[in-house]
């Protein structure tokens, strides 16, 4: 049985740790082991210590996977969640297979500008209130390291949820 190790900011929602036993049950019946970052053991109190200690149990958790799935839809703004990013990353560093699912598969200036203020530039760009441009305009859906790190570890971006890509990796196997 293959493991999955569930990447998402599910576990900034009140009841993070229903929604995250009701996603690994949905892998389960697709016939899948799944993990959550709440899988791992923290025992610190102190609060840096105990991210220290979150970080690396999360970290293991990827070693002992097989395949990443990550929430890639919008967290906090127009962009992934920072730590999904990271555990993205990670796991194709590890040559682990990525797959990601979104809701919203405009290109990426696209769903920053329904999500943030921003206004024409002279360059032909967009730009936003910060002064940064919106010049990644690829064809991309996320941050093209990201998307690509998903590609190339031979996954896939899927436009839907976590159901749909357990049916697309139960229908590849």
Excluded at 79 to 94: N, Q
Excluded at 107 to 133: Q, R
Excluded at 142 to 156: P, V
Aim: charged share 20%; aromatic share 10%; glycine share 8%.
């Amino acid at each position: 049985m293959q493991t999955i190790y569930l990447a998402g900011p599910e576990v900034f929602l009140p009841n993070a740790l229903d929604v995250l036993l009701n996603s690994k049950k949905l892998c389960e019946t697709f016939g899948f082991r799944a993990l959550t970052p709440f899988d791992g053991e923290i025992t610190d109190k102190v609060q840096l210590a105990k991210a220290n200690q979150i970080f690396v149990e999360n970290v293991s958790l990827i070693n002992q996977c097989d395949i990443v799935i990550a929430n890639c839809n919008p967290f906090r703004g127009a962009c992934v969640d920072d730590g999904t990013a990271f555990e993205i990353g990670y796991a194709y560093a590890k040559n682990k297979s990525v797959y990601g699912y979104i809701n919203d598969k405009r290109n990426l200036p696209e769903i920053v500008k329904s999500k943030i203020p921003t206004k024409p530039h002279p360059s032909g760009y967009a730009i936003d209130d910060d002064g940064f441009l919106l010049n990644e305009d690829f064809g991309n859906s996320i941050n093209l390291m990201l998307e690509f790190s998903i590609l190339n570890s031979g996954g896939e971006l899927v436009l839907g949820d976590l159901e749909s890509v357990l049916q697309l990796l139960k229908n590849r196997s």
